[in-house]
């Protein structure tokens, strides 16, 4: 396992990430998107496993659910499970915000 930092510090992440936008990261040539809802963040793909979409234009329900922009299929932020669609499940990266940044540990 890889472990990836973002940030120099918590601060630092929390400013660059704002509340509940999706922002798209590159982690050496994985491309990620990074979802912040308070202090807690969620690590995904950044393309939807159907058809490649572009998840940093994809919606977040009250559900917890990501919901991708070309098709509507929808992801559980927990799990990375599909809730309505047909593919996949979404691959989410376990991550920690510490004091020196945001570590997503990547396979």
């Not at 990836?4 to 982690?27: D, N, Y």
Request: aromatic share 8%; with cysteine; hydrophobic share 35%.
């Amino acid at each position: 396992m890889n472990t990836f930092r973002f940030g120099t510090s918590k601060e630092e992440v929390l400013q660059a990430i704002p509340e509940r936008k999706i922002k798209k990261l590159a982690a050496g040539e994985r491309r990620l998107a990074i979802l912040r809802l308070g202090e807690q963040f969620h690590v995904f793909d950044a393309h939807c496993p159907h058809r490649g979409a572009d998840l940093s234009h994809a919606n977040i329900n009250g559900a917890g659910e990501i919901i991708c922009p070309l098709h509507q299929y929808r992801f559980d932020l927990k799990t990375g499970d599909v809730r309505a669609g047909y593919c996949t499940s979404l691959p989410l990266f376990r991550n920690e915000l510490t004091e020196s940044g945001l570590c997503i540990y990547l396979p």
